[in-house]
């Protein structure tokens, strides 16, 4: 199976609580958006609706405006004196954005280039992509339609998005209220109230994530993967990208164990020969038990084995590492540690952020990829009768990671993504890598 994740508690369906402030650790990502983008893409590709597109819209239209949880926006408090909330917000038309026919070709050229933008959370959280009559995608000889949900990463991790597209696809929503905000004094009022209280519960936090440091050096926890030498795409990506797709049924991945692990095991062969490197690791995101933030995952380095050329003992080996680094990512210390910025006062957290230097090169990185993989469910999802063919996501990239991959199924198919930089890797690079992961799955 693919990494599925716990269930979430929406906005709208938090019945003891109207006001929904924003989590320290999503607003960083917010306050770093602008240096590293990293909204999520959820793509799902449809056989063409018999009925025509423009009343497709307006039934998804329809759907949203239920959503308690798409009608909201960010809302900053004055002079950035605590942390900004998430209050109701009636979207424009803008949220729903047709772009051309073509071939599916243009489609991911076209996809490459939003891949680099970011919604601008001040005024709704999420865009729905819509590529009407696309010609040659796969899994289908008619044309297809294709429905690309764009959700700030401050607003959702993976699992998230896709609960949510699933709720505006399938159009399956329980209708729910969205949040309100303060006004802006009482907003103030709020963030005068808790300022006193800050600085004693942020010593407090140091001193459990000590402790908790302590017990996670205990023997009995696993310890961290190593850090991997940096390779060649482990450079700064620059601004551009360059996303493409690669469909196959789950049981091409099963044949060496869940669909995760098949994946990890190709990823890992194809990226070995491509860098004529043997000692490779990726990052792989670990769901954990969901807190008041709306990212509830640790990375985890995990070691792709690329040695082993059996790909049967490769996979052997990899899932016993990913299954001892899950036990060290859902420890209970785990997350104390990382709960230490949940009380540091909004000005200080983002006066920090700001002054990340983001250029400076690690001697070592967790993975020298990205691989995120999330179950999109059954393949029962129908928009104006056509049917859904496979379902994608692009990880974003990172100052040191120019090549990330996603794992994304729904029903029997499996969907591996890769996105990465022109700037890094040119056509005929990228064309040589995906022929070289093409033929990894094929050898499982």
Do not use: K
Not at 25 to 30: G, K, N, P
Not at 415 to 424: A, E, F
Request: aromatic share 4%; glycine share 8%; charged share 20%.
């Amino acid at each position: 199976m693919i990494h599925s994740y716990p269930p979430r508690t929406y906005l709208g369906r938090q019945a003891d609580c109207d006001l929904v402030q924003i989590h320290p650790s999503d607003a960083r990502r917010e306050w770093l958006g602008d240096r590293i983008p990293g909204d999520l893409f959820a793509l799902y590709c449809f056989d063409a609706p018999a009925t025509p597109v423009a009343d497709v819209l307006d039934e998804l239209r329809s759907r949203a405006t239920v959503m308690g949880e798409l009608q909201v926006r960010m809302v900053e408090v004055p002079a950035g004196l605590d942390y900004p909330y998430w209050a109701a917000h009636t979207p424009a038309e803008d949220r729903f954005v047709v772009h051309g026919s073509g071939s599916y070709e243009q489609m991911l050229d076209t996809l490459s280039e939003l891949v680099a933008t970011r919604v601008d959370v001040t005024v709704s959280p999420w865009r729905l992509h819509v590529f009407p009559q696309v010609t040659g995608a796969p899994r289908g000889d008619g044309p297809a339609l294709v429905v690309v949900l764009q959700m700030s990463h401050a607003f959702a991790d993976g699992v998230r998005t896709s609960a949510l597209a699933r709720d505006l696809l399938a159009g399956t929503a329980t209708p729910t209220t969205p949040p309100r905000a303060p006004s802006p004094a009482g907003m103030l009022t709020r963030a005068a109230l808790r300022l006193p209280f800050s600085i004693p519960r942020v010593i407090a936090d140091g001193r459990r994530a000590v402790e908790a440091q302590r017990q996670l050096a205990d023997p009995s926890v696993p310890q961290p993967a190593p850090g991997r030498p940096l390779v060649a795409v482990n450079t700064a990506p620059g601004p551009r990208r360059t996303v493409r797709t690669l469909v196959f049924d789950a049981a091409d991945l099963r044949r060496v164990g869940t669909v995760t692990i098949g994946a990890l095991t190709a990823i890992g062969a194809a990226l070995s020969e491509f860098l004529g490197v043997d000692e490779l690791s990726a990052e792989v995101p670990v769901a954990v038990a969901p807190g008041t933030a709306r990212n509830s995952y640790r990375n985890v380095g995990v070691d792709l084995h690329c040695a082993i050329r059996d790909p049967h003992e490769r996979a052997a080996a990899i899932t016993a590492d990913l299954a001892l680094q899950r036990i060290r990512a859902r420890h209970p210390a785990m997350a104390i540690r990382a709960r230490t910025d949940d009380h540091v006062p909004a000005p200080l957290l983002r006066f920090g952020t700001g002054r990340l230097d983001l250029s400076v090169v690690p001697p070592t990185v967790t993975g020298n990829t990205v691989v995120s993989s999330v179950d999109r469910g059954p393949a029962d999802l129908e928009l104006g009768g056509g049917r859904v063919r496979f379902t994608s996501g692009f990880p974003g990239l990172s100052p040191v990671q120019a090549l990330t991959h996603g794992v994304h199924g729904i029903g029997g198919t499996v969907t591996l993504s890769v996105t990465t930089s022109p700037d890094v890797l040119d056509a005929a690079g990228l064309a040589r890598y995906v022929a070289l992961l093409h033929a990894a799955v094929a050898s499982l």
